[in-house]
């Protein structure tokens, strides 16, 4: 499964981003997709995901500013109300199992970065 991610950029605080994530050699398995997030010298942390029903979940740390939502296999992450603290990389993962409300990573995008200033 390949994932390529779009839409990062620079934004000032309390502005909006809206990230995207297309999805390709998936043949017939189905797949949920999640958005994760790092900062240099940070773990990697999980911010929201989507399965194949479209049952969502989403971070406490970005409850009620960011929204996750898919279509197919084009995944999107609206992050809305940005604070200087959302400054990361934003990856795109894909994967087979759900637990938790979450997806559990097999496959990672390259990462998009989002900076709020």
């Known amino acids: 499964v390949q994932l390529v991610e779009s839409g990062g950029g620079s934004v000032q605080a309390g502005g909006s981003l809206r990230l995207a994530c297309t999805a390709s050699?998936?043949?017939?398995?189905?797949?949920?997709m999640g958005w994760f997030r790092q900062t240099p010298g940070k773990e990697r942390e999980w911010a929201a995901a989507?399965?194949?029903?479209?049952n969502t979940g989403v971070a406490d740390s970005v409850k009620g500013r960011f929204t996750v939502s898919r279509h197919s296999y084009n995944l999107f992450l609206h992050m809305t109300t940005l604070e200087p603290e959302d400054t990361a990389m934003y990856y795109c993962?894909?994967?087979?199992?759900?637990?938790?409300?979450?997806?559990?990573?097999?496959?990672w995008g390259q990462g998009t970065q989002v900076t709020v200033s």
């Open positions: 993962a894909a994967g087979r199992r759900w637990e938790g409300s979450q997806c559990v990573p097999e496959y």
């Open positions: 050699g998936h043949g017939d398995s189905d797949y949920c």
């Open positions: 989507v399965d194949v029903n479209d």
